[in-house]
């Protein structure tokens, strides 16, 4: 079992920054890929960006350039650094892990507010 545990966000003024963490934690050594999504209301889930075992980070089209992922050492903490916000960043931001064997966990979320 993998718990996450997301914190950072908040109400932000557009082109402001915001950094998000997520801490893992039980079986974090089965997890093969961690990654950021989001959703904003009426609007399905997306990925944001996502880091590898191996320490490979991607990112959705929409965030390039602006967001930065990055990880602990000990790979048990992931950051979310975001600038230049946009309003259409609002959303609630989720952590998610996936392990070598399959198995998928998401935190509770964290919101993010951006005031235009």
């Known amino acids: 079992q993998v718990q996450l545990a997301e914190s950072g966000g908040g109400l932000v003024q557009a082109g402001g920054s915001l950094r998000l963490y997520c801490v893992a934690s039980?079986?974090?050594?089965?997890?093969?890929?961690i990654g950021w999504y989001r959703q904003a209301p009426g609007k399905q889930r997306e990925l944001v960006a996502q880091?590898?075992?191996?320490?490979?980070?991607t990112y959705a089209d929409s965030v390039k350039g602006r967001f930065t992922m990055s990880r602990s050492n000990a790979k048990d903490t992931v950051y979310l650094q975001m600038n230049s916000l946009k309003f259409e960043d609002t959303a609630l931001y989720y952590c998610?892990?996936?392990?070598?064997?399959?198995?998928?966990?998401w935190g509770q979320g964290t919101q993010v507010t951006v005031s235009s």
């Open positions: 998610n892990a996936r392990t070598f064997v399959g198995s998928n966990y």
């Open positions: 039980g079986t974090t050594f089965n997890i093969n890929t």
């Open positions: 880091i590898s075992n191996g320490g490979t980070t």
